[in-house]
């Protein structure tokens, strides 16, 4: 067991500065993408920069991956934080002393891009580490809301924020959300003290061996949900503001209503799940997420004002299922490469499917550029869903027994002498 004091202190501190994080990420990109609409009226410019953030993390995300299992998460997820903050703070200085937008905004986005390459992997490997295997399913719930929210609703304080006060003051408060994520997590203190399994006793096991193909499908599911998020979240501004012209306010307060629907999914995840398995929460939820990307783009502000939130309110429940599925499918020695994989290929598929959807985007209108987001979410999803269907995959929390404990020593002692092995469920990534 984990001898810890306050272990669901950790695990709220954790969401906590998740949500953070996200906020302080997404912000700078909003202010980012909104500034950008507005000087070129093209959705290109803004999936230019959606492009500069994702390809770092595209290419560096596997390697960061190995680094997250290699050294201490905890110190990794806070030297992240304060470096963001520091990025951050070098945007609206630049703007101050009277530097051109457009390369301020691209240069502070990438740099923010990498690090949060180091982020991804490095943050998951740490609720690994933290979260005890029977409470992975509720925090991950927790966890994937407050990320989810954070991202959701800086779209609303960038919007309302960015019309009421301008950029600056707003990219200034941007820094600080990333010290708020850095303390909370220098708040949980180091890792505690793992004691060895007393005689009889069983260490728990959050799921049974995954074979490395297996896990990759895990992945494929996981990570087209950041190509939707990515895609969608540079369609959208170009959608309300270029197209139906509206004001950042309005724009902000459709991201209000899409974060309402997404911690509603929170809530009814928490109910789905005791009676559905996470395979099928994830892929139907997926399908119901790319019909409405389908519908709502069809009947103007009123289809984003009804569309957003329902399909926030699928997707969430969605996205929690399938984070769920795949941290249950690797160990501890793994996590931080199989998160970096599947940052790094998502955010991969996501540069060729902004290049895609601006293209048709802006040869015809933002209606044609829902549709393919939604087809290429879909030809994704139904791939997966497919392919791990299968009678062990209803059952990702089976205990492997005795066997696996075994193993689990193996993994342990492996991961003393620095080799980052690993047996049962272990994913081994290509260079």
Not at 17 to 33: D, P
Not at 313 to 340: E, P
Not at 352 to 363: I, N
Not at 399 to 412: D, F, I, V, Y
Request: hydrophobic share 50%; with cysteine; proline share 5%.
């Amino acid at each position: 067991m984990i001898l810890s004091r306050h272990p669901r202190r950790a695990e709220g501190l954790l969401v906590s500065a998740a949500f953070a994080t996200a906020l302080g990420n997404n912000v700078q990109l909003i202010v980012g993408a909104l500034l950008m609409i507005r000087e070129q009226q093209t959705m290109m410019a803004v999936g230019w920069l959606f492009i500069a953030v994702a390809g770092p993390q595209a290419l560096l995300s596997p390697f960061f991956g190995r680094l997250a299992d290699r050294f201490d998460r905890r110190t990794l997820w806070i030297g992240c934080d304060v470096t963001s903050a520091a990025l951050a703070l070098g945007l609206p200085l630049w703007l101050a002393f009277g530097g051109a937008p457009g390369p301020g905004i691209y240069s502070a986005n990438l740099g923010l891009a990498i690090v949060s390459a180091l982020f991804f992997p490095a943050s998951s490997a740490l609720i690994k580490e933290r979260v005890p295997a029977d409470r992975l399913r509720r925090f991950n719930a927790r966890y994937e809301m407050g990320t989810q929210a954070g991202m959701l609703l800086s779209a609303t304080v960038g919007g309302l924020s960015a019309q009421a006060f301008g950029a600056v003051p707003l990219l200034v408060f941007n820094a600080g959300t990333f010290m708020v994520s850095a303390l909370c997590v220098a708040a949980m203190g180091r890792r505690p003290y793992r004691a060895p399994a007393a005689a009889g006793e069983q260490a728990p096991v959050p799921a049974a061996p995954r074979g490395p193909l297996r896990v990759r499908r895990f992945i494929l599911l996981y990570a087209q949900g950041s190509v939707v998020v990515t895609v969608f979240n540079a369609l959208l501004p170009t959608a309300v503001i270029g197209e139906l012209h509206l004001g950042a306010a309005t724009f902000g307060a459709v991201d209000a209503l899409g974060c309402l629907g997404f911690l509603a999914a929170t809530g009814a995840y928490r109910i789905v799940s005791r009676r559905n398995p996470d395979l099928r929460i994830a892929v139907v939820g997926f399908l119901l997420c790319n019909v409405g990307l389908v519908l709502q783009s069809q009947f103007g502000i009123a289809g984003y004002l009804v569309g957003v939130p329902l399909g926030a309110f699928f997707f969430g429940q969605a996205r929690i299922a399938s984070r769920t599925m795949l941290m249950a499918s690797v160990d501890d020695a793994s996590v931080g490469r199989a998160f970096g994989l599947a940052n790094g290929g998502g955010l991969a598929a996501t540069v060729g499917g902004m290049f895609l959807v601006a293209t048709v985007t802006d040869h015809s209108d933002t209606r044609y550029g829902f549709a393919v987001l939604a087809a290429l979410a879909l030809l994704a999803t139904l791939s997966a869903g497919l392919l791990l269907r299968a009678p062990a995959s209803a059952r990702p929390y089976a205990s492997a027994g005795a066997a696996e404990a075994s193993r689990t020593r193996t993994r342990a002692a492996s991961r003393r002498s620095g080799s980052a092995d690993s047996s049962a469920g272990a994913v081994r990534t290509e260079a």
